[in-house]
Protein backbone atom coordinates (compact mmCIF):
# COMPACT_ATOMS: atom_id res chain seq x y z
CA UNK A 1 0.00 0.00 0.00
CA UNK A 2 2.63 2.46 0.84
CA UNK A 3 4.12 1.93 -2.67
CA UNK A 4 1.06 1.99 -4.62
CA UNK A 5 0.52 5.77 -2.26
CA UNK A 6 3.71 7.40 -3.36
CA UNK A 7 3.40 6.09 -7.49
CA UNK A 8 0.19 7.80 -7.31
CA UNK A 9 2.08 11.09 -5.48
CA UNK A 10 4.59 11.24 -8.01
CA UNK A 11 2.34 11.17 -10.71
CA UNK A 12 0.19 13.98 -9.74
CA UNK A 13 3.42 15.97 -9.18
CA UNK A 14 4.41 16.07 -12.71
CA UNK A 15 0.36 16.09 -13.94
CA UNK A 16 -0.65 19.13 -14.79
CA UNK A 17 -3.47 20.21 -11.95
CA UNK A 18 -5.63 22.37 -14.64
CA UNK A 19 -6.21 22.67 -18.56
CA UNK A 20 -4.28 25.93 -18.55
CA UNK A 21 -1.67 24.39 -16.90
CA UNK A 22 -1.57 21.41 -19.45
CA UNK A 23 -1.32 24.22 -22.21
CA UNK A 24 1.51 26.01 -20.66
CA UNK A 25 3.11 22.30 -20.03
CA UNK A 26 2.61 21.28 -23.65
CA UNK A 27 4.05 24.51 -25.33
CA UNK A 28 7.19 24.76 -23.24
CA UNK A 29 8.36 21.72 -23.81
CA UNK A 30 7.26 22.18 -27.92
CA UNK A 31 9.61 25.71 -27.74
CA UNK A 32 12.77 24.26 -26.02
CA UNK A 33 12.59 21.07 -28.95
CA UNK A 34 11.79 23.98 -31.68
CA UNK A 35 14.85 26.17 -30.72
CA UNK A 36 17.55 22.88 -29.89
CA UNK A 37 16.46 22.06 -34.09
CA UNK A 38 16.47 25.56 -34.82
CA UNK A 39 20.10 25.76 -33.65
CA UNK A 40 21.12 22.45 -34.83
CA UNK A 41 20.41 23.90 -38.31
CA UNK A 42 22.00 27.35 -38.50
CA UNK A 43 25.04 25.15 -37.20
CA UNK A 44 25.38 22.62 -39.56
CA UNK A 45 23.90 25.38 -42.80
CA UNK A 46 27.16 28.27 -41.17
CA UNK A 47 29.22 25.01 -41.75
CA UNK A 48 28.98 24.34 -44.98
CA UNK A 49 27.82 27.93 -46.41
CA UNK A 50 29.86 30.66 -44.98
CA UNK A 51 27.37 33.53 -44.64
CA UNK A 52 29.85 36.08 -45.41
CA UNK A 53 30.53 34.79 -48.85
CA UNK A 54 31.32 37.06 -51.53
CA UNK A 55 30.57 34.85 -54.20
CA UNK A 56 28.83 36.17 -56.87
CA UNK A 57 25.25 34.92 -58.10
CA UNK A 58 24.51 36.01 -61.75
CA UNK A 59 21.21 34.43 -63.58
CA UNK A 60 21.35 30.99 -64.73
CA UNK A 61 21.62 30.91 -68.36
CA UNK A 62 20.17 28.18 -70.31
CA UNK A 63 22.90 27.30 -72.94
CA UNK A 64 21.51 25.46 -76.22
CA UNK A 65 24.33 22.84 -75.38
CA UNK A 66 22.67 20.34 -73.79
CA UNK A 67 25.13 20.04 -70.72
CA UNK A 68 23.38 22.39 -68.20
CA UNK A 69 21.71 21.12 -65.52
CA UNK A 70 19.99 22.46 -62.82
CA UNK A 71 22.61 22.88 -59.34
CA UNK A 72 20.23 21.20 -57.12
CA UNK A 73 21.36 18.15 -58.71
CA UNK A 74 24.62 18.19 -57.93
CA UNK A 75 24.36 19.99 -54.66
CA UNK A 76 22.37 16.70 -53.50
CA UNK A 77 25.15 14.29 -55.43
CA UNK A 78 28.24 15.99 -53.83
CA UNK A 79 27.26 15.59 -50.28
CA UNK A 80 27.79 11.74 -50.09
CA UNK A 81 31.21 12.70 -50.66
CA UNK A 82 32.44 15.79 -48.84
CA UNK A 83 34.65 15.37 -46.60
CA UNK A 84 35.16 18.92 -44.86
CA UNK A 85 37.76 17.16 -42.03
CA UNK A 86 40.34 16.50 -44.68
CA UNK A 87 43.74 18.73 -44.66
CA UNK A 88 43.81 18.85 -48.67
CA UNK A 89 40.70 20.72 -48.53
CA UNK A 90 41.58 24.12 -50.23
CA UNK A 91 39.34 26.96 -48.69
CA UNK A 92 38.94 28.80 -52.17
CA UNK A 93 36.14 30.03 -54.39
CA UNK A 94 35.02 29.18 -57.84
CA UNK A 95 33.39 32.78 -58.68
CA UNK A 96 32.89 31.65 -62.37
CA UNK A 97 32.06 28.73 -64.62
CA UNK A 98 31.95 29.14 -68.46
CA UNK A 99 30.76 26.19 -70.89
CA UNK A 100 32.93 26.14 -74.00
CA UNK A 101 32.32 23.42 -76.70
CA UNK A 102 35.59 21.49 -75.91
CA UNK A 103 36.24 22.06 -72.17
CA UNK A 104 34.77 23.73 -68.89
CA UNK A 105 36.74 26.93 -67.54
CA UNK A 106 36.55 27.41 -63.84
CA UNK A 107 37.58 31.27 -62.41
CA UNK A 108 38.65 30.68 -59.35
CA UNK A 109 39.93 32.84 -56.26
CA UNK A 110 43.54 32.34 -55.79
CA UNK A 111 45.10 32.48 -51.85
CA UNK A 112 48.41 31.42 -50.23
CA UNK A 113 47.46 27.79 -50.49
CA UNK A 114 48.16 27.92 -54.31
CA UNK A 115 51.34 27.00 -56.40
CA UNK A 116 51.44 27.33 -60.05
CA UNK A 117 52.25 23.36 -59.30
CA UNK A 118 48.58 22.76 -58.03
CA UNK A 119 47.07 19.71 -59.74
CA UNK A 120 43.27 19.64 -59.51
CA UNK A 121 40.76 16.67 -60.47
CA UNK A 122 37.65 17.86 -61.93
CA UNK A 123 34.73 16.43 -60.02
CA UNK A 124 30.98 15.89 -61.64
CA UNK A 125 28.02 15.17 -60.33
CA UNK A 126 25.16 12.97 -61.80
CA UNK A 127 21.92 14.84 -63.33
CA UNK A 128 18.82 13.82 -62.21
CA UNK A 129 18.60 10.87 -64.54
CA UNK A 130 16.57 7.80 -62.45
CA UNK A 131 20.18 6.30 -63.02
CA UNK A 132 22.26 5.28 -59.18
CA UNK A 133 23.88 8.35 -57.51
CA UNK A 134 27.45 8.86 -58.41
CA UNK A 135 30.47 11.50 -59.06
CA UNK A 136 33.32 11.33 -62.05
CA UNK A 137 36.35 12.84 -61.27
CA UNK A 138 38.34 13.75 -64.31
CA UNK A 139 43.01 15.51 -64.01
CA UNK A 140 41.93 18.91 -65.29
CA UNK A 141 43.57 20.16 -68.66
CA UNK A 142 45.41 23.07 -67.32
CA UNK A 143 45.87 25.34 -64.02
CA UNK A 144 47.26 28.99 -64.86
CA UNK A 145 47.43 32.21 -63.04
CA UNK A 146 44.89 35.02 -64.89
CA UNK A 147 47.31 37.71 -64.62
CA UNK A 148 45.99 40.78 -63.33
CA UNK A 149 42.47 39.42 -62.88
CA UNK A 150 40.52 39.26 -59.20
CA UNK A 151 40.27 36.04 -59.79
CA UNK A 152 43.77 35.01 -59.73
CA UNK A 153 43.71 30.99 -61.30
CA UNK A 154 42.03 29.46 -64.58
CA UNK A 155 41.63 25.46 -64.23
CA UNK A 156 39.85 23.90 -67.43
CA UNK A 157 37.92 21.11 -67.29
CA UNK A 158 36.92 18.18 -69.26
CA UNK A 159 33.43 18.23 -70.37
CA UNK A 160 31.23 16.18 -68.56
CA UNK A 161 30.28 12.79 -69.59
CA UNK A 162 26.68 12.02 -70.44
CA UNK A 163 24.26 12.55 -67.91
CA UNK A 164 26.55 14.41 -65.65
CA UNK A 165 25.96 17.94 -64.46
CA UNK A 166 28.40 21.00 -66.10
CA UNK A 167 28.85 22.32 -62.57
CA UNK A 168 32.16 21.13 -62.02
CA UNK A 169 33.70 21.67 -58.85
CA UNK A 170 37.26 20.89 -58.15
CA UNK A 171 39.39 18.66 -55.74
CA UNK A 172 43.22 18.82 -55.51
CA UNK A 173 44.58 16.13 -56.73
CA UNK A 174 44.68 12.89 -54.77
CA UNK A 175 42.82 14.39 -51.96
CA UNK A 176 40.11 14.09 -49.83
CA UNK A 177 38.71 17.52 -49.52
CA UNK A 178 36.16 18.57 -51.97
CA UNK A 179 36.66 22.26 -53.27
CA UNK A 180 33.21 23.52 -53.64
CA UNK A 181 31.46 26.96 -53.49
CA UNK A 182 27.78 27.91 -53.39
CA UNK A 183 27.72 29.72 -56.55
CA UNK A 184 26.97 26.54 -59.04
CA UNK A 185 26.32 29.25 -62.63
CA UNK A 186 27.48 28.06 -65.47
CA UNK A 187 27.61 30.80 -67.85
CA UNK A 188 27.43 28.98 -71.81
CA UNK A 189 30.68 30.97 -73.93
CA UNK A 190 27.93 32.18 -76.64
CA UNK A 191 26.54 34.74 -74.08
CA UNK A 192 28.87 36.39 -71.34
CA UNK A 193 30.95 39.25 -70.67
CA UNK A 194 34.14 37.86 -69.56
CA UNK A 195 36.96 40.76 -69.33
CA UNK A 196 36.92 43.92 -68.46
CA UNK A 197 40.14 46.76 -67.63
CA UNK A 198 40.61 50.56 -66.89
CA UNK A 199 41.61 52.62 -69.32
CA UNK A 200 42.04 56.64 -67.90
CA UNK A 201 38.25 57.21 -66.66
CA UNK A 202 36.56 54.36 -68.51
CA UNK A 203 36.14 51.24 -68.54
CA UNK A 204 36.56 48.88 -71.54
CA UNK A 205 34.33 45.36 -71.28
CA UNK A 206 34.70 42.56 -73.56
CA UNK A 207 31.91 40.75 -74.29
CA UNK A 208 30.39 37.77 -76.10
CA UNK A 209 26.68 37.78 -77.52
CA UNK A 210 26.52 41.26 -78.83
CA UNK A 211 26.67 39.93 -82.16
CA UNK A 212 27.32 43.42 -84.01
CA UNK A 213 28.65 43.66 -87.07
CA UNK A 214 32.33 43.81 -87.78
CA UNK A 215 34.83 46.65 -88.94
CA UNK A 216 32.26 49.02 -88.40
CA UNK A 217 30.89 51.18 -84.96
CA UNK A 218 27.69 50.52 -83.80
CA UNK A 219 25.32 52.65 -81.63
CA UNK A 220 26.02 52.58 -78.38
CA UNK A 221 23.26 54.34 -77.27
CA UNK A 222 21.47 51.08 -76.71
CA UNK A 223 24.52 49.71 -74.37
CA UNK A 224 25.01 50.67 -70.69
CA UNK A 225 27.83 49.05 -68.00
CA UNK A 226 26.37 48.22 -64.77
CA UNK A 227 28.53 47.75 -61.35
CA UNK A 228 28.15 45.49 -59.04
CA UNK A 229 29.20 47.17 -55.83
CA UNK A 230 29.10 45.31 -51.82
CA UNK A 231 26.49 43.95 -50.72
CA UNK A 232 24.84 44.50 -54.53
CA UNK A 233 27.37 41.54 -55.66
CA UNK A 234 26.78 39.12 -52.92
CA UNK A 235 22.62 39.48 -54.06
CA UNK A 236 23.46 39.22 -57.33
CA UNK A 237 22.26 42.73 -58.55
CA UNK A 238 24.11 45.47 -59.58
CA UNK A 239 24.34 49.08 -58.02
CA UNK A 240 25.36 51.50 -60.44
CA UNK A 241 25.01 52.02 -63.90
CA UNK A 242 26.74 54.16 -66.64
CA UNK A 243 25.65 54.93 -70.52
CA UNK A 244 28.02 53.55 -72.88
CA UNK A 245 30.56 55.75 -74.52
CA UNK A 246 31.09 53.47 -77.52
CA UNK A 247 30.51 50.25 -78.58
CA UNK A 248 31.94 47.79 -81.47
CA UNK A 249 32.28 43.95 -82.44
CA UNK A 250 32.90 42.45 -79.22
CA UNK A 251 33.84 45.97 -76.99
CA UNK A 252 31.89 48.14 -74.77
CA UNK A 253 33.53 51.14 -73.30
CA UNK A 254 31.76 52.97 -70.48
CA UNK A 255 32.85 56.11 -68.70
CA UNK A 256 33.44 55.20 -64.70
CA UNK A 257 30.48 55.64 -62.18
CA UNK A 258 31.22 59.41 -60.31
CA UNK A 259 31.42 58.01 -57.21
CA UNK A 260 35.11 56.14 -58.08
CA UNK A 261 35.94 58.39 -61.02
CA UNK A 262 38.72 60.61 -59.19
CA UNK A 263 39.95 57.51 -57.65
CA UNK A 264 39.67 54.46 -61.15
CA UNK A 265 42.07 52.67 -58.74
CA UNK A 266 39.00 51.46 -56.29
CA UNK A 267 37.48 49.93 -59.38
CA UNK A 268 39.71 47.01 -59.51
CA UNK A 269 37.91 44.00 -58.35
CA UNK A 270 34.54 45.18 -59.07
CA UNK A 271 32.37 42.81 -60.81
CA UNK A 272 30.78 44.60 -64.51
CA UNK A 273 28.57 43.73 -66.71
CA UNK A 274 26.49 44.96 -69.87
CA UNK A 275 23.21 45.62 -70.46
CA UNK A 276 21.52 46.19 -73.52
CA UNK A 277 18.22 47.26 -75.11
CA UNK A 278 16.02 44.53 -76.41
CA UNK A 279 14.52 46.84 -78.88
CA UNK A 280 15.32 50.05 -80.33
CA UNK A 281 11.92 51.92 -78.83
CA UNK A 282 12.74 50.06 -75.18
CA UNK A 283 13.53 52.27 -72.12
CA UNK A 284 16.55 52.35 -70.00
CA UNK A 285 14.82 50.37 -67.05
CA UNK A 286 14.28 47.43 -70.10
CA UNK A 287 17.80 46.58 -70.36
CA UNK A 288 18.89 43.05 -70.33
CA UNK A 289 21.75 42.19 -68.83
CA UNK A 290 24.31 39.63 -69.79
CA UNK A 291 25.85 37.32 -67.59
CA UNK A 292 29.22 38.27 -66.40
CA UNK A 293 32.39 36.61 -65.15
CA UNK A 294 34.63 39.56 -65.68
CA UNK A 295 35.93 41.29 -62.72
CA UNK A 296 37.31 45.30 -63.66
CA UNK A 297 41.50 44.53 -63.55
CA UNK A 298 43.90 47.30 -64.05
CA UNK A 299 46.65 46.15 -66.44
CA UNK A 300 50.04 46.52 -64.99
CA UNK A 301 53.97 46.90 -66.64
CA UNK A 302 55.62 43.72 -66.68
CA UNK A 303 58.48 43.80 -68.87
CA UNK A 304 62.07 43.73 -68.17
CA UNK A 305 63.24 47.49 -68.67
CA UNK A 306 62.57 50.25 -66.94
CA UNK A 307 59.45 52.36 -69.31
CA UNK A 308 59.33 54.97 -66.20
CA UNK A 309 62.47 57.07 -68.21
CA UNK A 310 60.68 56.59 -71.38
CA UNK A 311 58.61 53.98 -73.67
CA UNK A 312 59.93 51.09 -76.11
CA UNK A 313 60.37 52.02 -79.75
CA UNK A 314 58.94 48.69 -80.59
CA UNK A 315 56.64 46.07 -79.36
CA UNK A 316 55.10 43.06 -80.83
CA UNK A 317 52.16 41.57 -79.94
CA UNK A 318 50.64 38.10 -81.11
CA UNK A 319 47.89 35.49 -80.25
CA UNK A 320 49.53 31.95 -80.29
CA UNK A 321 47.96 28.39 -79.93
CA UNK A 322 50.41 25.55 -79.33
CA UNK A 323 53.25 27.57 -81.23
CA UNK A 324 55.67 26.71 -78.52
CA UNK A 325 58.29 25.03 -81.67
CA UNK A 326 58.01 28.66 -83.77
CA UNK A 327 58.35 31.06 -80.91
CA UNK A 328 62.32 30.89 -80.74
CA UNK A 329 63.31 31.26 -84.17
CA UNK A 330 60.61 34.48 -84.61
CA UNK A 331 61.70 35.81 -81.47
CA UNK A 332 65.27 35.74 -82.22
CA UNK A 333 65.05 37.15 -85.72
CA UNK A 334 63.35 39.92 -85.18
CA UNK A 335 64.96 40.98 -81.87
CA UNK A 336 67.71 41.17 -83.72
CA UNK A 337 65.77 43.77 -85.88
CA UNK A 338 65.40 45.75 -83.10
CA UNK A 339 61.83 44.51 -81.92
CA UNK A 340 62.24 45.30 -77.46
CA UNK A 341 59.27 44.07 -75.89
CA UNK A 342 57.01 40.87 -76.51
CA UNK A 343 52.91 40.25 -75.31
CA UNK A 344 52.44 37.24 -76.35
CA UNK A 345 48.76 36.03 -75.86
CA UNK A 346 48.56 32.69 -75.12
CA UNK A 347 45.10 30.98 -76.27
CA UNK A 348 44.88 27.53 -74.46
CA UNK A 349 48.03 26.28 -75.40
CA UNK A 350 49.01 22.71 -74.31
CA UNK A 351 52.59 22.34 -75.56
CA UNK A 352 55.53 23.67 -74.20
CA UNK A 353 54.97 27.26 -74.62
CA UNK A 354 55.23 28.09 -71.31
CA UNK A 355 59.02 26.59 -70.84
CA UNK A 356 59.93 28.09 -74.17
CA UNK A 357 58.90 31.97 -72.66
CA UNK A 358 60.97 31.07 -69.79
CA UNK A 359 63.82 30.05 -71.93
CA UNK A 360 63.67 33.05 -73.18
CA UNK A 361 63.08 35.39 -70.34
CA UNK A 362 67.06 33.84 -68.83
CA UNK A 363 68.42 34.93 -72.36
CA UNK A 364 67.35 38.13 -71.68
CA UNK A 365 64.53 38.34 -74.25
CA UNK A 366 61.69 40.70 -72.91
CA UNK A 367 59.19 37.90 -73.10
CA UNK A 368 56.00 38.22 -70.94
CA UNK A 369 53.15 35.24 -71.68
CA UNK A 370 49.35 36.50 -70.95
CA UNK A 371 47.19 33.69 -70.41
CA UNK A 372 43.94 34.43 -72.97
CA UNK A 373 41.53 31.61 -72.26
CA UNK A 374 38.73 33.04 -74.37
CA UNK A 375 38.62 31.22 -77.72
CA UNK A 376 37.95 32.70 -81.31
CA UNK A 377 38.23 36.39 -79.76
CA UNK A 378 41.52 37.50 -81.77
CA UNK A 379 40.44 41.23 -82.37
CA UNK A 380 39.32 41.46 -78.53
CA UNK A 381 42.42 39.99 -77.55
CA UNK A 382 44.28 42.72 -79.75
CA UNK A 383 42.83 45.56 -78.54
CA UNK A 384 43.49 44.09 -74.80
CA UNK A 385 47.03 44.32 -75.64
CA UNK A 386 46.57 47.74 -77.39
CA UNK A 387 45.78 49.28 -73.89
CA UNK A 388 48.28 47.10 -72.26
CA UNK A 389 50.98 48.11 -74.44
CA UNK A 390 49.82 51.59 -74.39
CA UNK A 391 51.89 52.57 -70.85
CA UNK A 392 54.97 50.83 -72.29
CA UNK A 393 55.22 51.04 -76.29
CA UNK A 394 55.83 53.83 -78.80
CA UNK A 395 55.05 51.66 -81.64
CA UNK A 396 53.29 47.95 -81.58
CA UNK A 397 53.27 45.25 -84.22
CA UNK A 398 50.50 42.90 -84.84
CA UNK A 399 51.65 40.00 -86.75
CA UNK A 400 51.50 36.03 -86.13
CA UNK A 401 54.51 33.98 -85.46
CA UNK A 402 54.79 32.34 -89.04
CA UNK A 403 55.31 36.21 -90.27
CA UNK A 404 59.11 37.59 -90.65
CA UNK A 405 60.23 41.23 -91.90
CA UNK A 406 62.19 40.96 -94.76
CA UNK A 407 64.26 44.15 -95.88
CA UNK A 408 65.51 43.88 -99.34
CA UNK A 409 68.58 44.96 -100.72
CA UNK A 410 67.73 49.14 -100.85
CA UNK A 411 68.24 51.47 -103.63
CA UNK A 412 68.83 55.01 -103.44
CA UNK A 413 65.22 57.17 -102.68
CA UNK A 414 64.07 55.77 -99.80
CA UNK A 415 66.72 56.91 -97.43
CA UNK A 416 64.00 58.49 -95.42
CA UNK A 417 62.63 55.30 -93.92
CA UNK A 418 66.01 53.25 -93.96
CA UNK A 419 70.07 53.59 -95.11
CA UNK A 420 70.78 52.31 -98.45
CA UNK A 421 71.79 48.34 -98.92
CA UNK A 422 71.59 45.47 -97.18
CA UNK A 423 69.85 45.95 -93.88
CA UNK A 424 71.55 45.90 -90.08
CA UNK A 425 70.65 45.60 -87.02
CA UNK A 426 67.83 47.25 -85.25
CA UNK A 427 66.47 48.24 -88.81
CA UNK A 428 62.78 47.76 -87.76
CA UNK A 429 63.06 50.23 -84.85
CA UNK A 430 65.09 52.19 -86.37
CA UNK A 431 62.55 52.70 -89.09
CA UNK A 432 59.52 52.87 -87.08
CA UNK A 433 61.89 55.77 -85.46
CA UNK A 434 62.54 57.57 -88.17
CA UNK A 435 58.71 57.80 -88.92
CA UNK A 436 57.68 59.18 -85.83
CA UNK A 437 60.33 61.70 -86.65
CA UNK A 438 59.77 62.60 -90.00
CA UNK A 439 55.57 62.10 -89.87
CA UNK A 440 53.96 62.53 -86.56
CA UNK A 441 50.89 62.28 -87.83
CA UNK A 442 51.58 58.59 -89.48
CA UNK A 443 49.93 56.54 -86.62
CA UNK A 444 49.89 53.06 -88.51
CA UNK A 445 53.00 51.52 -90.56
CA UNK A 446 50.97 49.10 -93.52
CA UNK A 447 53.36 46.05 -94.45
CA UNK A 448 52.80 43.74 -97.77
CA UNK A 449 52.42 40.18 -97.15
CA UNK A 450 53.80 37.32 -99.37
CA UNK A 451 52.00 34.01 -98.71
CA UNK A 452 55.13 30.76 -98.97
CA UNK A 453 53.77 27.49 -100.12
CA UNK A 454 55.91 23.85 -98.90
CA UNK A 455 58.26 24.58 -101.11
CA UNK A 456 58.61 20.44 -102.10
CA UNK A 457 59.08 19.45 -98.87
CA UNK A 458 57.52 16.72 -97.05
CA UNK A 459 58.89 17.11 -93.37
CA UNK A 460 59.27 20.40 -91.26
CA UNK A 461 62.76 21.96 -92.22
CA UNK A 462 65.94 21.25 -89.66
CA UNK A 463 66.96 24.78 -90.25
CA UNK A 464 63.86 26.59 -89.38
CA UNK A 465 61.36 28.09 -91.71
CA UNK A 466 62.85 31.35 -93.20
CA UNK A 467 65.89 29.04 -94.67
CA UNK A 468 63.64 26.05 -95.62
CA UNK A 469 60.67 27.67 -97.35
CA UNK A 470 61.43 29.65 -100.59
CA UNK A 471 58.90 29.21 -103.02
CA UNK A 472 55.91 31.60 -102.87
CA UNK A 473 52.42 32.82 -104.62
CA UNK A 474 53.36 35.97 -107.10
CA UNK A 475 50.70 38.43 -105.92
CA UNK A 476 50.97 39.68 -102.51
CA UNK A 477 47.91 38.63 -100.18
CA UNK A 478 46.81 41.57 -97.59
CA UNK A 479 48.98 43.58 -95.04
CA UNK A 480 49.99 43.62 -91.56
CA UNK A 481 50.69 46.74 -88.97
CA UNK A 482 52.78 48.48 -86.30
CA UNK A 483 50.23 50.92 -84.84
CA UNK A 484 51.10 53.64 -82.02
CA UNK A 485 48.64 52.66 -79.27
CA UNK A 486 48.31 56.12 -78.41
CA UNK A 487 46.65 57.37 -81.31
CA UNK A 488 43.95 54.23 -81.89
CA UNK A 489 40.56 54.79 -82.04
CA UNK A 490 38.31 55.45 -78.81
CA UNK A 491 36.19 52.27 -80.00
CA UNK A 492 39.76 50.12 -80.28
CA UNK A 493 37.97 48.33 -83.71
CA UNK A 494 40.64 46.48 -85.24
CA UNK A 495 40.09 43.64 -88.54
CA UNK A 496 43.22 41.81 -89.93
CA UNK A 497 45.75 43.27 -87.72
CA UNK A 498 45.24 46.68 -88.48
CA UNK A 499 43.11 49.44 -86.28
CA UNK A 500 40.87 52.10 -86.69
CA UNK A 501 42.68 55.60 -85.93
CA UNK A 502 41.54 58.57 -84.36
CA UNK A 503 40.67 61.60 -86.19
CA UNK A 504 43.68 63.62 -87.33
CA UNK A 505 45.79 60.57 -87.69
CA UNK A 506 46.52 58.71 -90.93
CA UNK A 507 48.21 55.19 -91.85
CA UNK A 508 51.02 54.81 -94.80
CA UNK A 509 51.77 51.66 -96.88
CA UNK A 510 55.67 50.74 -96.81
CA UNK A 511 56.80 50.46 -100.35
CA UNK A 512 57.89 46.55 -100.87
CA UNK A 513 61.38 47.98 -101.81
CA UNK A 514 61.43 48.93 -98.25
CA UNK A 515 59.94 46.09 -96.39
CA UNK A 516 57.61 43.29 -96.83
CA UNK A 517 56.40 40.37 -94.71
CA UNK A 518 57.23 36.88 -95.73
CA UNK A 519 54.16 35.03 -94.15
CA UNK A 520 54.77 30.96 -94.46
CA UNK A 521 50.96 30.45 -93.93
CA UNK A 522 51.34 27.21 -96.20
CA UNK A 523 53.90 24.93 -94.33
CA UNK A 524 54.40 21.17 -94.75
CA UNK A 525 50.99 19.40 -93.86
CA UNK A 526 52.31 18.02 -90.16
CA UNK A 527 52.47 21.82 -89.62
CA UNK A 528 49.66 22.87 -91.51
CA UNK A 529 46.83 20.62 -90.39
CA UNK A 530 46.75 22.00 -86.79
CA UNK A 531 44.83 24.99 -88.37
CA UNK A 532 42.09 22.84 -88.41
CA UNK A 533 41.47 22.58 -84.56
CA UNK A 534 40.29 26.18 -84.50
CA UNK A 535 41.10 29.46 -85.69
CA UNK A 536 41.62 32.51 -83.62
CA UNK A 537 39.95 35.29 -85.17
CA UNK A 538 36.05 35.75 -84.47
CA UNK A 539 35.26 36.96 -87.79
CA UNK A 540 37.14 34.05 -89.86
CA UNK A 541 35.20 31.22 -90.32
CA UNK A 542 36.67 27.92 -89.11
CA UNK A 543 38.61 25.43 -91.86
CA UNK A 544 35.99 22.77 -90.76
CA UNK A 545 32.98 24.85 -91.71
CA UNK A 546 31.46 25.01 -95.02
CA UNK A 547 31.26 29.10 -95.56
CA UNK A 548 33.09 31.42 -97.88
CA UNK A 549 35.33 28.69 -99.22
CA UNK A 550 36.70 31.14 -101.84
CA UNK A 551 37.77 33.47 -99.16
CA UNK A 552 41.53 34.25 -98.93
CA UNK A 553 40.98 33.56 -94.96
CA UNK A 554 41.25 30.12 -96.80
CA UNK A 555 43.81 27.77 -98.72
CA UNK A 556 42.20 27.27 -102.20
CA UNK A 557 40.56 24.66 -103.01
CA UNK A 558 41.40 22.76 -99.55
CA UNK A 559 37.88 22.30 -98.55
CA UNK A 560 36.51 21.22 -94.55
CA UNK A 561 38.17 18.10 -94.40
CA UNK A 562 42.01 17.75 -92.65
CA UNK A 563 42.90 15.19 -95.36
CA UNK A 564 46.11 16.17 -97.38
CA UNK A 565 45.48 17.00 -100.72
CA UNK A 566 47.56 15.80 -103.59
CA UNK A 567 50.75 17.66 -103.96
CA UNK A 568 50.72 19.54 -100.97
CA UNK A 569 54.45 19.79 -100.89
CA UNK A 570 54.02 21.49 -104.42
CA UNK A 571 51.25 23.63 -103.79
CA UNK A 572 51.12 27.51 -103.76
CA UNK A 573 54.37 27.73 -105.36
CA UNK A 574 55.23 30.44 -108.29
CA UNK A 575 57.90 32.63 -107.56
CA UNK A 576 61.29 31.08 -105.98
CA UNK A 577 62.25 33.71 -103.33
CA UNK A 578 65.54 33.02 -101.59
CA UNK A 579 65.72 36.49 -100.29
CA UNK A 580 65.12 36.01 -96.64
CA UNK A 581 66.86 32.51 -96.53
CA UNK A 582 70.13 34.03 -98.13
CA UNK A 583 70.21 37.12 -95.57
CA UNK A 584 69.46 34.79 -92.85
CA UNK A 585 72.52 32.50 -93.86
CA UNK A 586 74.76 34.95 -94.50
CA UNK A 587 74.11 37.27 -91.22
CA UNK A 588 73.36 34.63 -88.62
CA UNK A 589 75.39 31.10 -90.13
CA UNK A 590 78.37 29.72 -88.81
CA UNK A 591 80.82 30.61 -90.98
CA UNK A 592 82.54 26.71 -90.64
CA UNK A 593 79.66 24.82 -91.06
CA UNK A 594 77.30 27.17 -92.26
CA UNK A 595 74.76 25.88 -89.59
CA UNK A 596 72.77 27.83 -87.63
CA UNK A 597 73.69 28.46 -83.90
CA UNK A 598 71.23 26.66 -82.50
CA UNK A 599 68.00 27.39 -84.63
CA UNK A 600 68.12 30.31 -82.32
CA UNK A 601 69.63 32.47 -85.28
CA UNK A 602 71.06 34.98 -83.06
CA UNK A 603 73.66 35.02 -79.61
CA UNK A 604 73.37 38.80 -79.12
CA UNK A 605 70.60 41.03 -79.87
Given at each position: ????????????????????????????????????????????????????????????????????S?????????????????????H?????????????L????????????????????????G??V??????????????????????????????????????????????????Q???????????????????????????????????SS??????????????????????????????????L??????????????????????????K?H?????????????????????????????????????????????????????????????N???????????E???????????????????????S????????EC??????????????P?????H???????????????????????S????????T?????????????????????????????????????????????L??????????????????????????????????????????????????????????????????????????????????????????V????A????????????????
Open positions: MDSSEQRRKRKRIFRPSSPTATIVYFFSVRSFVLCFSFLIFLFLLSYQIPFSSSVFRPVLVVSRLSLLSSSDFLSTSQSFQDFGSSSLLLQIEGRVLFPDHVLLVNKNDLFSKNTNFECVYGRNSTDDGVVKEKSFSVDVYGESEFGVLVRCPLPPVNYSAVVNLRKFSGNGLWKESNTVNSWENVAYAATLDGNTVVVFVKGLNLRPDRESDQFSCYFGLGNFEKEGRFALRTKAITAAQEVVRCAPLSIRKTPEKARGIRITIGMLPHIHAAEHVLLPSVAKITELKSEGRGNVENGKYDLCVCTMVWNQGSALREWITYHSWLGVERWFIYDNSDDNIKDVIELETENYNVTRHVWPWIKTQEAGFHCALRAKKNWVSFMDVDEYFYFYSNPGQSLRSTGYAGQDSLRSLVANVSSSPGIAEIRTCHSFGPSGLNSAPSQGITVGYTCRLKSPERHKSIIRPDALDTTLNVVHHFHLRKGFRYMNLPQSTAVINHYKYQVWEVFRAKFFRRVATYVVDWQNNQNEGSRDRAPGLGTEAIEPPNWPLQFCEVWDTGLRDFLSNFDLSTGLLPGRSLLSNH
